[in-house]
């Protein structure tokens, strides 16, 4: 087919398409308007010839302008490709785009301009317009890039993949005359294989907390701040990665990350220093400034705030001095010097070993969500590895009768002077200490502590730090040197297996002792065992004292 067999031309310059499917260069545009404009009397639907007005002029093969009232519209925009066609003497342009680049498999490439899916859900190229696979050229269009004669966003665009089961990929490109190229690579994601209707089952896996977030991971660095607060529940940590995707995934409308549909969000693209606030920012929403809009994922004081973090959805990020408002609390800010612009991963929560996360940056999760092998960066983007929380388990109980001492060992023997009182007490919440308490002292459990006459006290303990853990009110005299040793386990099973959870630091040797006097009598069991850098564990060997 021929290029006037679907379109036709107006007497007041509308060139419209009328028929077909069949896509044309905007050079063959051109050609079909100086061909008719040269007929010596107009014929049919194209209503131009030798009077009128010349319809066209080409700079070069993609550049071609559309002289006095001629006129595409949209929809005949959708017909061309590989060139630019600007009219109304400059006020509307429509780009031409070139995505090169290869896919794993067939994917509808989206385009994001000023914050809005260009051509909707299901954008007119499909899987491919104008593609030529012998030339890595995956589609070619033209996108509308002014209109009224102002720039849309500045004529950018930004151009991504997110098919489920593919790596994700995206490409910011600023659009122009002729032709812009905007390059995508996807592969396989090996780590992201599972059925999309089995992901959408996972709903257990929750951001518990959009917005700052102060996060201590256990590892010596305390608190440190992030935008999430991630947990994965009952899942794998691959399984948190594989959510993230499909939350994000194209035609994830149903579900917002911070306000924004999840097929938009990308994460903090950059962190902006203010001061001078005024009023009460929320948690998260937008803000805008002169010259651009952004979604605030984060702002570490919501009221006399020094940092916020955001997602620049349109326009170009602030600069120092101008003010921030934001859309729903109204409040306002300066800001004060410094922009950081912050990088984006393909998928926002990071990249999956299979077996770990390496977390993008900012990107926060619950500690027992981790693991030694993960690694997170906080928003000062410093890198931040959560210590490596192990489990000992003792199974073989009988619930509700067995009581179980899980202590230190020493060579073959119970270690009841691991540790030693550093005063007396007679009353308080504090008890001190003479050494270090081990950093694989579960954060919260019991100790034994030796009272005057011999006999070891169970004390629980709800924190502790360095040298002194605290503990319920002191009614009882314990003796400076006292022995103290740490109960690992040291209660009554209400199950058939008991476990603590602590970090791993170093092997320990533990000193496991089970008995039951009662219902069914048992011998004492007795053995050593050690906490490995694996967890582990033993099981209780019954047997019978009747």
């Not at 294989?193 to 700052?212: L, R, V």
């Not at 969000?265 to 809009?293: K, M």
């Amino acid at each position: 087919m021929a290029i006037e067999d679907d379109f036709s031309v107006a007497v007041n310059g509308d060139i419209r398409h009328v028929s077909g499917t069949e896509t044309f260069t905007v050079l063959e545009l051109h050609r079909y308007l100086q061909n008719l404009a040269d007929d010596a009397v107009a014929s049919g639907n194209d209503l131009i010839d030798i009077t009128s007005d010349t319809p066209s002029d080409r700079s070069t093969d993609n550049i071609i302008a559309l002289l006095g009232n001629y006129n595409i519209d949209d929809d005949a925009a959708e017909y061309l490709y590989d060139g630019s066609v600007m009219q109304a003497d400059g006020d509307e342009l429509y780009s031409g785009l070139v995505v090169v680049g290869r896919v794993n498999s067939a994917t509808t490439l989206q385009v994001i301009q000023n914050n809005t899916l260009y051509g909707g859900a299901d954008p007119f190229w499909g899987t491919g317009l104008n593609a030529v696979p012998s030339e890595n050229i995956l589609m070619q269009c033209l996108i509308k890039t002014r209109t009224g004669g102002v720039d849309i966003d500045g004529k950018k665009i930004r151009v991504q993949a997110r098919k489920l089961g593919d790596t994700f990929a995206e490409f910011e490109v600023t659009m122009g005359l002729g032709n812009a190229v905007a390059a995508i690579f996807t592969n396989q994601d090996l780590n992201n294989q599972t059925a999309e209707a089995t992901i959408a089952g996972w709903t257990t896996i929750t951001n518990d907390s959009e917005g700052h977030n102060l996060i201590d991971l256990g590892n010596g660095s305390g608190n440190r701040a992030y935008y999430s607060k991630w947990n994965k529940n009952t899942y794998s940590i691959n399984q948190l990665y594989e959510r993230a995707k499909w939350l994000t995934r194209r035609g994830a409308t149903s579900y917002d990350l911070y306000g924004l549909d999840g097929e938009l969000f990308r994460g903090v693209t950059h962190q902006v220093q203010v001061d001078t606030p005024s009023g009460t920012y929320a948690t998260y929403e937008f803000v805008s400034w002169s010259g651009g809009g952004a979604q605030m994922l984060a702002i570490d004081s919501c009221t006399n705030p020094t940092k916020m973090w955001i997602q620049l959805l349109k326009g170009v990020a602030p600069t120092d001095g101008q003010t921030i408002t934001g859309s729903y609390s109204t409040a306002t800010c300066l800001v004060d010097t410094n922009v950081t612009a912050r990088n984006i991963s393909p998928c926002f929560i990071g990249q999956s070993t299979g077996s770990a996360l390496i977390g993008a940056y900012g990107i926060g999760a619950e500690p027992d969500t981790l693991t030694n092998n993960d690694k997170l960066f906080d928003l000062t983007n410093t890198q931040q590895i959560p210590p490596n929380n192990v489990t000992w388990t003792l199974s073989g109980l009988v619930a509700n009768e067995d009581t179980v001492l899980v202590g230190p060992r020493s060579g073959s023997t119970l270690h009841k002077n691991q540790l030693t009182l550093a005063n007396t007490y007679t009353s308080g919440t504090v008890l001190q200490v003479t050494t270090y308490i081990p950093v694989d002292t579960p954060s919260t459990g019991t100790i034994r502590v030796e009272k005057p006459n011999g006999v070891y006290a169970k004390i629980s303990y709800s924190a502790y730090t360095t040298y002194e853990f605290t503990v319920p009110t002191i009614t009882t005299t314990y003796g400076a040197g006292a022995d103290v040793f740490i109960g690992y386990i040291d209660k009554l099973a209400t199950y058939t297996s008991v476990a603590f959870t602590t970090i791993f630091n170093a092997e320990r040797p533990l000193y496991v002792r089970v008995r039951d006097g009662g219902g069914t009598p048992i011998k004492t069991f007795e053995t050593p065992s050690t906490l490995t850098s694996a967890g582990g564990g033993t099981t209780a060997i019954r047997t019978t004292d009747e």
